[in-house]
């Protein structure tokens, strides 16, 4: 009986993000939230070794705000190199808020396990390793999150090469370059212009925290693709004008970030 209600619910949810904008943007907030709420076990059980979510709004906003980079305006650039339709676009996203709801809690729990608890592994480390230029430069990389990224390069070309019904080759030419442009932009020189030795070339840290500045590249980026999605992803009137309910919704989620503070 559980099992058989769960599912019922879950194929109401999926019914509902397909059909109606808001509720995919409401989903897509309840994964960032929950991906945030997840990662705070470290912070409530005080592990020794927590760092990077915090029950403020700030930290939820960044989980929020990535979640909407990753499947708004990332899977929008996928589908145009791809050369997808907009039916396509569509199913491509609806898909995929589920793929990344399984990622998103997968993250937090390895993090929880190898990093806050248990093995106690470090979430940074120099990069010294990989060439002395490197040394001064810390690279925030917990367990979860490398796992995530692994998962994506080998098992989300498969996933996209059915869809597209494309070749192997084009798949994996396509998507292993983007994803690593998207790790070596949101992590190593975001976290680097925010708190590492970048930061001196960020002029945003005069008027926002450390974190807000790194919530903000976010929101930048997807409002730079937004007005191309809007006119792509809706297929009626109503839904257009949902579409744009979001985007001043997320003009005004960038404007707070100047008015709330941070942990840090």
Not at 83 to 99: A, D, H, N, S, Y
Not at 137 to 162: L, S
């Amino acid at each position: 009986m559980i099992f058989y209600r769960a599912k019922q619910f879950f194929r109401y949810i999926e019914r509902k993000i397909q059909n109606d904008f808001i509720a995919l943007f409401v989903f897509l907030i309840f994964i960032g939230v929950l991906r945030n709420m997840v990662e705070m076990v470290g912070y409530f059980t005080n592990s020794s070794n927590y760092s990077g979510y915090f029950p403020v709004l700030s930290s939820f906003f960044d989980t929020i705000s990535y979640v909407f980079l990753m499947i708004i305006g990332e899977l929008y650039l996928i589908n145009i190199l791809f050369r997808g339709t907009k039916k396509q676009l569509r199913l491509l996203i609806q898909k995929c808020v589920w793929l990344l709801l399984g990622l998103f809690i997968l993250i937090p729990v390895l993090n929880n396990i190898f990093n806050y608890h248990f093995f106690h592994l470090p979430i940074s480390y120099n990069l010294g390793f990989i060439h002395p230029l490197l040394s001064q430069i810390t690279h925030y990389g917990p367990v979860g999150i490398n796992v995530a990224f692994v998962i994506v390069m080998f098992g989300f070309p498969f996933w996209i090469k059915k869809f597209y019904n494309c070749s192997f080759l084009k798949s994996f030419l396509t998507i292993w370059p983007f994803y690593i442009v998207h790790y070596i932009i949101t992590y190593p020189i975001m976290i680097g212009l925010s708190w590492g030795i970048l930061r001196k070339y960020n002029p945003l840290l005069k008027a926002l925290t450390p974190l807000n500045a790194y919530t903000f590249w976010f929101l930048v980026m997807v409002l730079l693709i937004y007005p191309f999605f809007m006119k792509d992803y809706p297929i009626n009137k109503k839904e257009t004008k949902k579409t744009k309910i979001v985007y001043f919704t997320l003009w005004i989620m960038l404007i707070s970030l100047f008015l709330i503070g941070g942990p840090y």
